[in-house]
């Protein structure tokens, strides 16, 4: 079965706040998908570079500033959402 044929319903039901199976294949997928995202991030120098990654794991608004400092933890990401001006300190993990 291919990642575009995986059944979206335990995800969607994870991401209602229902009762899933953190096993299920799309649920793994998406885990695995942001995980590497999460380790992008710890692993660039660049400030800027850095700022692009974040935005793109998390649900920054346009005009949100964000600091952080390295290394940042979350398990999905694309559930935060940062609005206004935001400062992550080291190590901060954020269980989403």
């Known amino acids: 079965m291919s990642s575009d044929e995986l059944d979206r319903s335990v995800f969607e039901s994870m991401i209602a706040g229902k009762p899933y ?3 299920d294949p ?3 997928k998406i885990a695995r998908e ?4 999460v380790k ?4 660039e120098q660049d400030d ?4 692009v990654l974040l935005r793109r794991l998390l ?5 949100a500033e964000v ?3 390295m290394p940042f933890f ?10 206004g001006d935001v400062f992550i300190g080291t190590g901060c993990t954020m269980l989403d």
């Open 21 to 23: 199976l953190a096993s």
């Open 26 to 28: 799309y649920v793994q």
């Open 34 to 37: 942001q995980g590497r995202k």
């Open 40 to 43: 992008e991030l710890n692993a």
């Open 48 to 51: 800027e570079k850095r700022e």
């Open 59 to 63: 649900n920054c608004k346009e005009d």
């Open 67 to 69: 600091g952080i400092l």
């Open 74 to 83: 979350c398990e999905y990401g694309f559930n935060i959402t940062i609005e």
